[in-house]
Each structure stands twice: as structure tokens, then as C-alpha cells.
């Protein structure tokens, strides 16, 4: 399901938002700029993605946007602005959104953009590839990018973040790192696990969402966390 949130006079017009995406095939909620929230999903709803038809005024959009942020049910939602071609000069990249496309749309574009988001906010894991938010490693091609960039990583470093992802959810200490990353012959101390795991997040930045236990060791948060 697209959540569609707009002026309530413009939400059924014939080149809207959501009569576009209807067309598509898609399945719709629209309410107002200014309503709750929590309509979108009382019926326990999953949105694939929130668009925000601002047209003229993408700064109702932007600040219907800051209240929606305030319910933390939609911090895994993408959203998307909808502003006219005059108004492209006003879409600053601070603006919290995760894109924005034009108005008039063009139905393929607006369907692409959607999809996009999803991508961008979705998980998953299989035996060749994990995505954790916007880091996708692949273990067949040996390599790892993060928002479609490459990153290069040393074999170690590879082999740890892999084994991070394969036990997400779970506290490893760096003993059990060590034996299992490094092997039983390895003969450095756990020092080396700190090194290796500061150089990930050097490289990795605020999208690996892993946490540092006093006393225990590390865990790579789960998407429920």
C-alpha cells in the first residue's frame, strides 16, 4: 500500500497522485497534510512508501513531513515529495525527504521512484547477499557498497562483516570473533577484533547499525531493534 498525503480538495484529481498510481495498479490510503498520521495504519496497514503531493507549497510538505517523523511506526517508510516545475528551486536536500519527483507526473517515473524507496529502506538476507539499510555485501562477488557506492574492504575486514550479518541479532564477544573470523591458530589478542571493527565503522559510517556491549562485545542491531 502508497500512503498519498495532500491537500484534501487535490487528492482525487484526475492527475494526481493518487489516481496515478490506481492506474498503476497500486493500492492507495490518502488523507489530508494536516490530519494524523496514524490513519495511514490503524488497520495495521504496511506502507510501501509515502508520498507527499505538495505541489506549490513544498514547504507544507516538509512540515507535515517533521510532524509524521515525530511516530516512529513510519521511520521505515521512504517518502517522496511531489512539488510543480516552479517550485524546483525550493527542494533543498536537507529537507528530510528520501527523494521528490515533478509535477505533471510521468507514470513510469513516479512507479520507478517508488520502488526505489523501497529498496533503499528494505532488508533481507540469502546466501549470497545481505542488505542492512543502505549497505548491500555481496559474498559471491566479494564485495560491499553503501547508498550504491563501493566500498573497499580487506579480506578481514570482509570476513567480519559478513560473519556480522550471518549472526545479526546476536551479542558475539570478541573471543568468539577471534576463534571464528580469524581461526584457532590466529595468535594475536582480541585487540585485533577493536582495530578491524573501528576501520568498518570509519568506512562504513552511521549505516552499519553496530553497537558496542561493555563487557560483552558486539552486535549488528536486527531491523526490529
Known sequence: MVGVIGHSPLLERDDGAVAVLRQLGAEVR???LWDDPQGLIEDGS?????VF???DRPDLGVAALRA???EKSFDAVGTLLVVTVPQLGRVEPSNGFDDFVLHPYVPAELYARIRALEWKVSEFASEER???GS???DRAAHEVSSDGKPIALTAKE???LVYFCERRGRVLSREHLLSNVWGNRYEGGARTVDIHVRRLRAKLGEALPLETLRGSGYKLRAPDE
Open 30 to 32: 490518502a488523507q489530508d
Open 46 to 50: 504496511v506502507l510501501r512508501a509515502l
Open 53 to 55: 503531493e505538495a505541489l
Open 68 to 70: 509524521l517523523r515525530k
Open 130 to 132: 545481505h542488505k542492512v
Open 135 to 137: 549497505i548491500v555485501v
Open 158 to 160: 570482509f570476513a567480519l
